[in-house]
C-alpha cells in the first residue's frame, strides 16, 4: 500500500503495529469524557495509568518554585545526557530517605524521558537481539514493544497463576519455575539475559518479600542473568491497617526496596528502575531513572541515551521540589490516603456484587476477576466483554491484550484516573451492569 513506500521492514512493522490496542476506543471517550452538568452521561476512562490523585498539590508547589526562584542559566544549555549532576543528586537523596532506606550515590544513576526511554536503554545495552526477558504474568503488556521494538528482546510470560487466590500474600515466583523457562528458552535457541519484576505489581498490586528477592537474585548472579525490579509504584502503596482493609491481610509481608538489596550485593547483575509518572502522578513529565552498580550500563546510557534525555527544565523544576523533604513527606501522607481511599471505594463496590478483587499491596490498579460474565473461556469473549462495559456504562477499563494471563475474564482497573466523586459514580455504574448482566 501507499503509506508503506519507502519504509524499512521494521518501519513496516511499526507502523502496523499501535503502541496499545484501545487507543482509538480511549481517545473517543476522551471526546465524551463525563462532567456534572454539560455531559452527565458521558465517558469515565479507567483504563489508562494516570495518577491524578495529588497533582492540584504538585502544582502549586511547582509554581511556587517558579515565582519564587531565578531559572539558573544551566538550563539553557547541554547537559549531561543521563541527567545533569544536580538532579541526579537530588534524586539519589529522595531514593535514601524515601524508598531505598540506604545510601545512593548518583554516579549510579541515569535519568531518560519516562520509563519507556529506560526500559529500552537497558534492554539495548544488556541484551542481544533475539535474547529474551522473561517477565511473571500478568504483567505491563507495553512491556513488549519497550524490550522488542528496537533493542529486538523477546519476552517470555512466566505464568504466576491461575486464579486469584493463587496470589494472597507474595507472588509465586519460585525457583523452579525460573529453571523451567530457563529450559524452555534456551531449547527455542535464545538465551534467558533479563528477569524483569515489578513491585508492587502492575496488574495485581502484589509485592516481593526480602526473602524472596534475595533468593531470586541469588540464582539470576549465579546464572549470570541480569535481575531487574521495577518500582515505579513502589511509594504507591495501600495503608493495610486502615479498619477496613485489616482483616484481609491477616499475615501481610512488608514491602523491601530491592534498592537497598543492591546496596548490600554492589552486584553488576542487579538494577532498578523507577519514573516519576506513577507514584507523583506527573507522566507528561517523562522522568525514568535507571540505577546500577553496572559502571558500563550507566556509561552506555551517557553515551547513547541523547535521544532519551529530559529537557533541563523539567530538571530544574523537579530537582527544586525534591529538595524540600517536608513537602515530601506530607505529599506521601496525603497520596496514601486518598490512594487507600480510591481502593476501598472500587473494593467495596465489587464486594457488594459478587466481583472477585484482588487484595493488592499498592500500584495505581484492582485486579478483578469477571470470567463469569464471559460467554467463553476465549479472548473474543473477553475483547466482546471489554466493549459491552464501554458502551453500556460509559467506563472504560482496561482491555486484557497483552498482560499474558492464563485465566480468561480477569481485568484490570485504574483506580487513580478519575476524581474521587467520578470513581464513585463510575462504580455504580459498573453495579448496575454487573447485577443486571446475565451470568453465563
Known sequence: MAEHLFLSE????????????????????????????????????????ENQLCWDDLKQKFQQITREQDIPDWVASYGDAAGVASFREAIASFFSEFL?????????????????????????????????????????????????VIPGVKRYDLHTHHELEE?????????????????????EGSRFKLLILTSPDNPTGMIYSEAQLRSIAD??????????????????????????????????IPFYSFGKLMHEYQSPLLHHWY??????????????????????????????????????????????MLHDHDFLEEFFQKH????????????????????????????????VDLSNF???????????????????????????????????GLFRLVITSLSPGELKLAMERLQKFFKNKKIE
Not at 522473561?134 to 512491556?143: D, F, G, L, N, Q
Not at 496470589?167 to 531449547?187: D, F
Not at 547513547?304 to 529530559?310: K, N, P, Q, T
Request: glycine fraction near 8%; charged fraction near 20%; proline fraction near 6%.
Open 374 to 408: 464471559l460467554t467463553e473461556e476465549s479472548h473474543e469473549a473477553e475483547s466482546k466483554l471489554w466493549l459491552e462495559i464501554y458502551k453500556e456504562t460509559g467506563v472504560l477499563i482496561t482491555p486484557t491484550d497483552g498482560f499474558g494471563h492464563s485465566k480468561k
Open 275 to 320: 519514573s516519576f509518572s506513577k507514584d507523583f502522578g506527573i507522566s507528561g513529565f517523562r522522568i525514568g531513572v535507571i540505577h546500577s552498580h553496572h559502571a558500563g550500563l550507566i556509561q552506555g546510557s551517557r553515551n547513547a541515551g541523547l535521544s532519551h534525555s529530559i529537557s533541563n527544565y523539567t530538571q530544574w523544576v523537579v530537582q527544586e
Open 336 to 367: 496514601t490516603h486518598r490512594l487507600t481511599e480510591a481502593f476501598l471505594t472500587v473494593k467495596n463496590a465489587m464486594d457488594e456484587v459478587g466481583v472477585q478483587i484482588q487484595a493488592a499491596y499498592g500500584s495505581l490498579f484492582a485486579w
Open 100 to 148: 531505598f532506606g540506604c545510601p545512593v550515590d548518583p554516579e549510579s544513576l541515569a535519568c531518560f524521558g519516562g520509563a519507556t526511554g529506560g526500559i529500552e536503554m537497558t534492554a539495548f545495552l544488556l541484551a542481544n537481539p533475539g535474547d529474551t526477558a522473561v517477565i511473571p504474568a500478568p504483567s505491563y503488556p507495553v512491556y513488549t514493544g519497550d524490550l522488542g
Open 10 to 49: 521494521k518501519g513496516k512493522k511499526v507502523s502496523n503495529t499501535p503502541a496499545r490496542v484501545d487507543l482509538e476506543v480511549y481517545f473517543d471517550a476522551l471526546e465524551n469524557r463525563y462532567h456534572p452538568t454539560d455531559n452527565p452521561s458521558g465517558a469515565l476512562p479507567m483504563s489508562v495509568a
Open 219 to 252: 540464582w539470576c548472579i549465579a546464572q549470570e542473568i541480569h535481575l531487574i525490579v521495577n518500582e515505579i509504584y513502589g511509594l504507591s502503596r495501600f495503608n493495610l491497617d486502615h479498619p477496613q482493609l485489616r482483616e484481609s491481610y491477616p499475615d501481610p
Open 167 to 187: 496470589i494472597q500474600n507474595e507472588i509465586p515466583v519460585s525457583l523452579e519455575k525460573l529453571e523451567k523457562a530457563k529450559k524452555e528458552i534456551e531449547a
